[in-house]
């Protein structure tokens, strides 16, 4: 699935107290694609995965995901628009404290088919959290927690992954596996993934690296040859 | 307090202002009930006694036996002011045609009496020079319109002698026109009562004076005195002796002040305990919210005393905002009610006064409730460890498995959306508890208010459909005989007719006394059905004596106990036969052939009840049996009925004001708990939005959620709100009413909806909020 952002723009504030987070940004994201989007706190790379999301709306300019323009879909539209393409991951895990890892993955399986409960599963299996599916948030790590959130993201089995500063409140190890985890999964599934950090090495696993300074992208390369990501070091 | 704190304390507030306002209004409704239940109590409490006072209530009542050696006694024993002999005779009326049982009571012609004076309300106290002046009590007058010039007719036993109205008087004895402790409820039509010299009294009654009334110094009750005095009395024959308290107008107006103040102690109770627990879960819920700024504070050199005051100021400023106005307005709806209700019960007497500890205290339990809502976060607050707090860290609930889930295992093949809900209920236990807690007492107080409509309508029913037959009462102009009865049969549209004696009684058993009336019935009455507590409906025994259940316990006597029964200065001994259930009066009854039997005479009959054929127009029945020369006066028992059931307007208003207080309680406690759930779950709402759940859906989780929580409380507050009612209505209980719980079962249906109807509109501000969540902004928070 296509993603193509043409002038887009979006605006915090009104009058004097107007802050531009993001200024006449043009991009172009291909399936299947694995982006970074680095930049420093402040320069819009959350904003822009929202954007993308349908979780926030553009000030000005048109986004299209496989040639729908987001602008243009009712809050219904969005809702569904999320619930069939998009799948989340966020720094801070948002797992619902009182469903277990199996119930957590399930509540998103059960938004798109019947059979949740043996889809979450399947996909527990493939993040290996299969033995620790019953256990509550409280009771996994924080990087099985970040594992769980990621499999509840791929259940419902969207084109597009978008990954908020991922490995942000993980520990240097299972931060490096959460990270071969996502590009292992997208890769099996032809997902298009952007992925915000601040971590400027974790460029080196994906197809493409995107700086954003002040909301302007600075900086667009490809990466021919990304490393794997159980090599990366930071 | 440190000034910025202050502004933060004030912004909080200002922010949060909608669980605020709960607060305040739940702590004003409560401090103001209070005062105006408390106040108007006290307000009640004075002019009753300065109505006693200013009057010379009769400190107690002497009737039958040798009255002139009595008044002798009692006008020298110490502690007696006044003893006065006076004449009493109840003997019927006749005003514009309409013949109804009177009393005619004797007064000094020429000068108020030194005990039980009247307050002339028009025209003129009594005349010795006009001995057939008379002077009218209020609601008598009132009803027939009786004016200074007036005349109306009275039965001297005789003739009808026609009286002239002097004037319109307020006595103390009548504010509520009760006939006797027995016959608590009257209508105007049925019963009236005027004063005349007493001279004009002894010659309408026939006899000579029958009764002493004695004010004690200073109109104070005085127990030893009593007794003593009772004493001298029963040995002299007396067939009636009692106290002011016991005196049936004041004794019922004694049960309506003890209402009063139990309602200045039930409810403020329950609203300042939900204000309190609303504050509870708002303050909680903001100092979990701010631990990274407790946290900032400490670390910046804050003591833990500074973060407690400031947090136990949340509770403050709605204690305070809520209490002072509360107070205020509880004072001045004090006066409203004590106006109104004196006005209402044409009280001589009304005191309206400013009683500056209502208005403190009020104020302090509304601060004290607040304050002490407030103590357990703030205590948290000033506890938090700066440094675990800065960082974020918050002590987050671990998730586990609903006993339901537990207990029934298809439960866990919900969808997960489902047992989230499930489980979200016991997620915050303290909080839950609490929102149950709301739920039961706004059941309480809607059981407790609805439940005396339901159980009023069942004792009417019980009292005038099952137990009296009757549809009215024909009173002779003398006692009549059996022949006499049966005449009444021969009249178009009587269908039955039975002979009734009734005789002032005095029951004597274990050194105890109870004076009431014994009704000597038909063998086999069908008029008047008697409910045995022991054996349901029975027939009137052939021998012993019925007693109303009261006397069990005032006289200390079992079944088949013998009882010494005093009538007109002949005493006999009979035994106990069956004890009745009835809801007004405490009566006895006897079989017409047992009464003879022990007479040794065949008795007469002072009245004589009746049953109407089908479809007979009561009116027009009613003017023919008047008109018949033996007939004194006709008490229809549909008028009494009717009459108690204009009166259920008033209680209808209660229920109504009732229902939406505790309606308004409910909301808040249910708005407040709602708010802070969602508040607290606001990062999961984000979440799952962003996941591609619709806002609806999310709406219909948590609207389950919170249905449960309130149904949990639903069956609990049904049987506390039972046990409430019952407790309620038995402290109401005494001789001159029996009330027992009955709740209807659509009741208990309407409350259970009224209260998931609330929990269900309570929630809408909540759920509105939902839509003005920010996804970007709350899935990006550590903790949301």
């Not at chain 1, 090495?201 to 995107?210: E, F, N, Q, T």
């Not at chain 2, 909806?753 to 309570?762: E, F, P």
């Amino acid at each position: 699935m296509t993603i193509k952002l043409t002038e887009v723009w979006k605006t915090f504030g009104e009058g004097h107290t107007a802050v531009d987070a993001l200024r006449d940004i043009d991009l172009d994201g291909p399936q299947g694609e694995f982006s970074v989007i680095l930049g420093p706190s402040g320069s819009g790379k959350t904003t822009l995965l929202n954007l993308v999301g349908a979780i926030d709306d553009a000030t000005r300019g048109d986004i299209e995901v496989a040639g729908v323009n987001l602008a243009a879909l009712s809050v219904d539209e969005q809702v569904r628009y999320r619930r069939e393409n998009v799948g989340f991951v966020f720094q801070f895990f948002n797992l619902i404290p009182t469903l277990t890892a199996a119930e957590n993955v399930e509540l998103v399986a059960d938004l798109t088919s019947d059979n949740g409960a043996d889809r979450a599963a399947s996909v527990l299996e493939q993040v290996g959290l299969v033995d620790r599916m019953h256990h509550f948030p409280a009771e996994l790590s924080g990087g099985e927690q970040q594992r769980v959130a990621i499999a509840r993201a791929l259940v419902k089995q969207p084109p597009i992954l978008l990954c908020d500063e991922p490995t942000g409140e993980l520990d240097f190890e299972t931060g490096r596996m959460i990270l071969d985890l996502l590009r292992r999964v997208s890769r099996e599934s032809d997902q298009t993934v952007l992925l915000v950090t601040h971590n400027a090495a974790i460029g080196a696993m994906s197809d493409r690296v995107l700086r954003l300074r002040s909301g302007e992208i600075v900086e667009d390369t490809r990466n021919a040859d990304p490393i794997d990501a159980s090599a990366l070091t930071w | 307090m440190v000034k910025p704190l202050q502004h933060k304390l004030w912004r909080d507030v200002r922010r949060h202002r909608a669980q605020f306002i709960a607060i305040t209004l739940t702590m004003f409704l409560g401090v103001t009930i209070f005062g105006a239940t408390y106040d108007s109590f006290q307000n009640l409490t004075a002019s009753y006694e300065t109505t006693a006072t200013e009057y010379r209530f009769a400190s107690l009542t002497v009737a039958g036996g040798d009255v002139e050696a009595f008044a002798q006694a009692a006008a020298i024993e110490p502690g007696v002011e006044s003893a006065e002999l006076r004449t009493s005779t109840d003997i019927p009326f006749r005003v514009d045609g309409t013949k109804l049982l009177g009393r005619a009571i004797g007064l000094p012609a020429d000068d108020q009496p030194a005990v039980n004076q009247v307050e002339v309300l028009t025209g003129t106290y009594l005349d010795p020079a006009f001995p057939d002046g008379v002077l009218v009590e209020q609601h008598m007058a009132d009803h027939f319109s009786l004016r200074p010039g007036s005349t109306m007719d009275v039965f001297d036993g005789t003739v009808w002698r026609t009286t002239t109205v002097v004037g319109t008087i307020a006595s103390p004895e009548y504010i509520w026109t009760a006939r006797d402790r027995q016959n608590i409820i009257t209508t105007p039509d049925n019963f009236g009562v005027i004063f005349a010299a007493e001279q004009t009294v002894r010659e309408l009654a026939a006899t000579g004076p029958n009764e002493v009334v004695s004010y004690y110094a200073a109109g104070i009750e005085n127990e030893e005195l009593t007794a003593s005095l009772s004493a001298t009395a029963r040995s002299l024959g007396a067939t009636n002796v009692y106290t002011r308290a016991e005196q049936a107008s004041n004794a019922a107006l004694e049960e309506d002040l003890a209402g009063f103040e139990e309602m200045a102690i039930f409810f403020p109770i329950m609203f300042l305990l939900a204000a309190g627990m609303a504050a509870y879960v708002m303050i909680s819920r903001l100092v979990h919210a701010q631990r990274p700024h407790i946290g900032v504070l400490l670390a910046n050199g804050f003591t833990r005393r500074q973060v407690l005051r400031h947090y136990l100021g949340y509770g403050f400023i709605p204690g305070l905002i809520g209490s002072i106005p509360g107070a205020i307005a509880g004072v001045l709806l004090a006066r409203l009610i004590t106006r109104m209700y004196t006005e209402l019960l044409a009280i001589p007497v009304t005191i309206v006064q400013f009683y500056p500890a209502t208005l403190l205290g009020a104020v302090a339990f509304g601060l004290m409730a607040s304050l002490l809502a407030a103590l357990a976060p703030a205590l948290v607050a000033s506890r938090v460890l700066p440094a675990a707090a800065m960082r974020g860290e918050s002590p987050s609930g671990g998730g586990r498995r609903s006993m339901l889930e537990r207990m029934l295992p298809p439960v866990r093949k919900l969808p997960a959306a489902w047992k989230m809900a499930l489980r979200g209920v016991w997620r915050n236990p303290r909080r839950t508890v609490y929102t149950v807690i709301g739920v039961v007492l706004s059941l309480m107080l809607v059981l407790v208010s609805w439940g005396m409509i339901d159980s009023i309508r069942h004792l009417m029913d019980r009292q005038f459909v099952q137990i009296q037959q009757e549809d009215a009462t024909v009173y002779f102009t003398e006692p009549a005989a059996a022949a006499d009865v049966a005449d009444l049969v021969k009249v178009d549209g009587v269908a039955r007719a039975e002979p009734s004696l009734t005789l002032p009684t005095s029951l004597e058993a274990n050194g105890n006394h109870y004076d009431t009336a014994l009704l000597v019935l038909a063998d086999g009455s069908q008029l008047h059905r008697l409910d045995s507590i022991d054996d349901g409906w029975i027939d009137l025994p052939s021998a012993g004596v019925v007693l109303g259940k009261a006397t069990r316990d005032l006289l200390a006597i079992e079944i088949g106990d013998p009882i010494t029964l005093a009538v007109g200065g002949t005493a006999f001994v009979e035994p106990v036969a069956a004890f009745v259930d009835e809801p007004l009066g405490t009566m006895a009854y006897m079989a017409r052939s047992r009464a003879e039997s022990l007479s040794g005479v065949e008795l007469p009959a002072t009245s004589a009840l009746i049953a109407y054929d089908e479809g007979v127009d009561p009116a027009e029945l009613r003017n023919t049996i008047t008109e018949l020369p033996q007939v004194a006066a006709f008490e229809d028992a549909n008028a009494i009925y009717d009459v108690m059931q204009r009166y259920m307007v008033l209680f209808y208003a209660f229920v109504g004001i009732m229902l939406t207080f505790g309606g308004a309680m409910a909301f808040a406690l249910i708005f407040n708990a709602m708010s802070v759930n969602i508040a607290e779950r606001t990062r999961e709402v984000a979440t799952l939005l962003a996941v591609g759940t619709d806002r609806r859906a999310i709406s219909r989780y948590i609207t389950a959620e919170n249905i449960m929580v309130a149904a949990i409380g639903i069956p609990i507050g049904l049987i506390v709100g039972h046990y409430s009612a019952a407790t309620a209505l038995a402290s109401f209980s005494s001789d001159l009413f029996s009330f027992d719980l009955f709740i209807e079962p659509t009741t208990y249906l309407w409350a259970t909806l009224a209260i998931l109807a609330v929990a269900l509109i309570s929630q809408i501000p909540g759920l509105r909020a939902i839509r003005r969540i920010s996804i970007p902004q709350i899935v990006k928070e550590r903790s949301a």
